[in-house]
């Protein structure tokens, strides 16, 4: 199986039609369900159902096409981000990075109150993988990356973490809700809603909250694509739609987040770098200053976020 394959089939998936595939991927239609019954056989069953209209992905293609969209975004920001290292970073000072929707603006005002005088550059990435790279290179100084449950991360060897806070995913539904008097939501409870999703990459999460709700039985009817958490919350005050969030977000008005029964969905932040580098001999005290701000912010919301499996590090 090769990423090519995978590209067929999110082609195939999206075209809901073998010739519609097969027209924009630009060969026979024969030749293309040749190809896509190869494809079937080393995944060991029919990713899709032939209908008169077209073609509807199976469960096990449902499945098949939700990963293969993983690895081709990784695969996408592997190629961004070695041309990021090709083309060099250049400047002096610590240059700190994250992943989108990790707290990184926080690192950032941590390090410029311990380093005043430190030149400061900050880089974000959409994928940890990306950033991770970037550190190991030695492109970033230090960074914060985050890490779901069935994606862990790949840290390079040359790479040095340290865990900074622990943080379930709530559901954010409108005011006003079925379900907003409840003190937790079973995932299950969701299954006829329509679900308001972040780009994969974006803080994470989409594929996690996609395996969880396999297991609670359903596949989210996902509608609403590539939204940041600002975007999630208009549409779930205005379209009557569900989105995931996590509690050290900003108050969302008009938007009740919930806790999910048994936290099948959480996210680790993490601080990395590179352990050969000058900026190491700073992480014990940025470490120690980040866990003070993030207890600064959000030590308010402490209760509800002890409730709900949240957990910090210790410095």
Not at 25 to 34: D, F, R, Y
Not at 64 to 84: C, G, K, M, N
Not at 289 to 296: I, P, R, S, T, V
Request: hydrophobic residues 45%; contains cysteine; aromatic residues 6%.
């Amino acid at each position: 199986m090769e990423l090519r394959h995978l590209h067929v089939v999110l082609t195939v998936a999206e075209a809901g039609s073998i010739s519609r595939a097969a027209s924009s991927l630009k060969i026979a239609q024969a030749g293309l369900t040749a190809q896509l019954r190869r494809i079937e056989r080393g995944f060991g069953g029919p990713l899709f159902v032939r209908r008169s209209d077209g073609v509807e992905p199976t469960e096990l293609g449902r499945h098949v096409v939700q990963r293969s969209r993983d690895l081709v975004e990784r695969f996408d920001d592997l190629l961004s981000t070695a041309r990021t290292i090709a083309a060099g970073s250049g400047g002096l000072g610590i240059r700190l990075g994250g992943v989108t929707g990790s707290l990184t603006p926080l690192l950032v005002r941590v390090v410029r109150e311990l380093l005043p005088d430190q030149p400061q550059t900050t880089h974000i990435e959409r994928s940890c993988d990306a950033v991770l790279e970037l550190v190991r290179s030695g492109k970033l100084d230090v960074a914060l990356v985050v890490e779901f449950p069935r994606s862990p991360l790949r840290i390079p060897e040359e790479v040095a973490c340290r865990p900074v806070v622990t943080e379930p995913m709530l559901v954010g539904i409108p005011t006003g809700h079925r379900l907003s008097a409840r003190a937790e939501i079973r995932l299950s409870e969701l299954a006829d809603e329509d679900w308001a999703v972040p780009e994969e990459n974006y803080g994470g999460g989409k594929l996690n909250l996609h395996l969880a709700c396999e297991a609670a039985g359903f596949t989210p009817r996902c509608v609403h694509f590539g939204v940041d958490p600002a975007a999630a919350a208009e549409l779930v005050r205005s379209a009557q739609t569900v989105a995931c969030f996590f509690p050290t977000c900003q108050d969302l008005p008009g938007v009740v987040l919930k806790p999910i029964v048994d936290n099948p969905v959480y996210r680790r932040v993490t601080l990395v770098w590179q352990r050969d580098r000058a900026a190491a001999a700073y992480v014990d005290d940025i470490h120690a200053a980040l866990l003070q701000a993030y207890q600064e912010r959000f030590w308010g919301r402490a209760p509800k976020l002890a409730a709900t499996g949240f957990t910090a590090a210790a410095s």
